[in-house]
């Protein structure tokens, strides 16, 4: 193959040599060159600096500012006060989002965890099952997979509707078998950990089948074929072919997930909509105590946004360091 | 020995996939019998039984949403704000995709960062920025972004374009490079070859990059809530209805809603469910 390319590549410089341009051609040539590659980039350029750029470093710079409610109006003319925002935020105890980020913080990544590793565990079970299932089969994953596509907000709202009181899952626990003998209060302490979680959960599992489903597909199947001969079993072949090939799949995952649970403001806030306790496990999490703090105190707000940014920066480069070697294996 | 073995693991196997199907599928069945139920989640939940049999009778719920003029609005202004955006988003990005994948200039590393940057970047600290700025535009330039589709589908474009520009330039990264070899071989110009040798090539791909997109959009309300909502042709379904909660229960509220506004979704889903794998695969092989 390289040999014809080759020969092909050096057809074309000896036509191109045989022929000496016109100027026009010549310059359409260099503007392709040299100008086609920014040409492409332009219109996203433009947008990606007025729509996220320009707001993004406008947020930062409102984290260096007293926009309280009195200097609302001013917005960018606010009064600068350095790091102020800052030491609100991580040190001074009698902040209110400094009191509700901690255990926020400690919420969402327990949750963060719970939800990677459960999404991650049975979406490959399901990918491994679906990929063994015979042809008329097939049609299941569609099926399987349909809690992807259903609107976040929606979640949402089947969520609550199913924790409800009276609700399907108390009435399935309670009245119907007999599991428990009280009805738990699903939005309230532990019991509103499991309720946002578990939507969570059903969201994302779906999302990592379908892409370990689809890398599933482009192993080949030689190497299969091979283990065969070789007497390897299914577990074997599970641990030594298919997640060597997949691993770095699983990392761009791994990253969408702790992105998705760290951000993933509607549907935490959906499902906890009704009946916030402060406790421990209040379903108060990091993306709706920030929101929460933006609309009151946007300074403060803005202040924990860039922190989150930064940690996630962090959360980000800890992830390179650890799939860096998987990432360019592939 | 083995024949008991290989028949117990087919049992567990198929156990597994009936308690994944149910549990995948029990919610969404859930949601839709509640739907139909024709009275308010309160009552229905605190119903005895489940009125099976009147089930089919209260669909005319749906015909009630579909005839009730805001929510008929709100639906259009759904699919034509999310819809423009996405396909500003998908062209903006195939375009920025492909020359990120495809060609080395000064800035490839530098914009790719600054994508990966936007990203990242939590939704709350976006919002009230795009807000001020949206204001400043309006008093100063007389440019109107708030409340009119040129500035929705503009907003909602730059909502998921991040997201977007990565996939694509994951995805013509994958595509093999020998096609267009070829075609600039045989003297198409660089962005000929792109145009009618690489495009044709790469309908899977951007089909799951617009479907990714629009998903996202379909779930926003942020932005959607603070700029758009005073105007009835912009109020996206999910504003609307978390306007109108409470205004509006009673016949089945707010669940038809749900149901209709996750119908887009799903058919979009299962009529390009193969296309999306494709594009996936493609993908996934090396991103």
Redesign the interface.
């Known amino acids: 193959v390289i040999d014809t390319d080759g020969s092909q590549e050096q057809i074309a410089v000896e036509r191109a040599a045989a022929q000496v341009p016109s100027l026009r051609i010549r310059l359409a040539r260099r503007w392709h060159r040299h100008w086609l590659p920014y040409g492409l980039l332009a219109p996203a350029a433009f947008l990606i600096i007025v729509v996220q750029l320009v707001p993004i470093l406008e947020g930062i710079w409102f984290s260096f500012l007293r926009l309280d409610s009195y200097h609302m109006r001013q917005f960018l003319g606010a009064p600068f006060i350095g790091l102020e925002n800052y030491r609100q935020f991580l040190f001074v105890k009698a902040n209110t989002l400094h009191a509700d980020a901690l255990p926020a913080l400690r919420t969402t990544l327990i949750a963060a965890l719970v939800i990677i590793t459960f999404s991650l565990t049975l979406g490959m079970l399901v990918a491994l099952l679906l990929n063994s299932l015979p042809r008329p089969l097939r049609f299941l994953g569609v099926l399987v997979i349909l809690p992807w596509v259903i609107p976040t907000w929606v979640i949402g709202q089947l969520w609550v509707y199913i924790w409800d009181r009276e609700g399907i899952v108390n009435k399935i626990l309670v009245n119907w078998s007999g599991l428990l003998s009280h009805p738990p209060d699903w939005f309230r302490g532990f019991d509103s950990f499991i309720a946002t979680v578990l939507p969570s959960i059903w969201q994302s599992y779906a999302f990592a089948a379908l892409v370990f489903l689809a890398a599933l597909r482009a192993i080949p199947h030689e190497l299969y074929e091979a283990a065969e001969m070789d007497g390897a079993n299914g577990w074997r072949q599970f641990w030594r072919i298919t997640l060597p090939n997949m691993k770095g799949i699983v990392a761009i995952v791994v990253l969408v997930a702790i992105i998705f649970s760290l951000y993933d403001y509607p549907l935490f806030s959906q499902t906890a909509l009704t009946g916030i306790t402060p406790d421990r496990w209040s379903s108060e999490y990091v993306p709706i105590v920030i929101q929460d703090s933006v609309l009151g105190f946007p300074h403060w707000g803005a202040a924990a946004s860039t922190v989150l940014m930064s940690a996630l920066l962090v959360i980000v480069l800890i992830w390179y360091a650890a799939f860096r070697k998987s990432l360019v294996s592939r | 020995v083995r024949r008991v073995k290989h028949a117990l693991w087919a049992v567990v196997?198929s156990l597994?996939?009936i308690f994944?199907?149910i549990?995948?599928?029990a919610?969404?069945a859930?949601?839709v019998i509640?739907s139909l139920s024709g009275v308010d989640?309160?009552t229905f939940?605190?119903a005895r039984n489940i009125p099976w049999s009147h089930l089919w009778d209260n669909r005319q719920v749906y015909r009630f949403f579909w005839d009730f003029p805001p929510f008929r609005d709100s639906l259009y202004a759904s699919l034509i704000l999310c819809g423009g955006g996405t396909v500003?988003t998908v062209?903006?990005?195939v375009?920025?995709g492909?020359?990120?994948a495809?060609?080395s200039?000064r800035?490839?590393a530098t914009?790719l960062f600054?994508?990966?940057?936007?990203?990242?970047?939590?939704?709350?600290?976006?919002?009230?920025?795009?807000y001020?700025?949206v204001g400043w535009l309006e008093t100063h330039t007389g440019i109107v972004l708030r409340n009119n589709y040129f500035g929705g589908i503009?907003?909602y474009?730059?909502?998921t374009?991040?997201l977007a520009?990565i996939l694509a330039r994951g995805f013509f990264a994958s595509l093999p490079r020998?096609l267009e070899?070829?075609a600039?071989?045989d003297g198409c110009?660089?962005?000929g070859a792109f145009r009618k040798v690489v495009l044709p090539n790469a309908a899977p791909g951007v089909f799951a990059i617009a479907f990714i997109s629009f998903?996202l959009l379909?779930?926003e309300?942020?932005i959607g809530s603070y700029l758009f909502a005073s105007n009835p042709h912009t109020t996206t379904m999910?504003v609307w209805?978390?306007n109108n909660i409470s205004t509006y229960t009673g016949a089945g509220t707010?669940?038809a809603p749900?149901?209709i506004?996750?119908v887009p979704?799903?058919l979009?889903?299962?009529v390009g469910?193969r296309w999306?794998?494709r594009g996936?695969?493609a993908?996934?092989?090396?991103?």
Not at chain 2, 114 to 130: H, I
């Open positions: 196997k597994f996939v994944m199907l549990f995948a599928l919610p969404i859930w949601l509640g989640i309160q939940n605190q500003v062209v903006v990005a375009l920025a492909y020359s990120l495809r060609f200039f800035g490839n914009f600054l994508t990966f940057a936007a990203l990242m970047t939590p939704s709350a600290l976006v919002l009230l920025p795009t001020v700025s503009l907003l474009s730059g909502i374009l991040p520009i020998q070899d070829a600039l071989v110009t660089p962005f998903l379909w779930s309300r942020n999910p209805l978390f707010p669940l749900a149901v506004a996750a979704c799903v979009l889903f299962i469910q999306l794998r996936l695969q993908w996934v092989v090396d991103g």
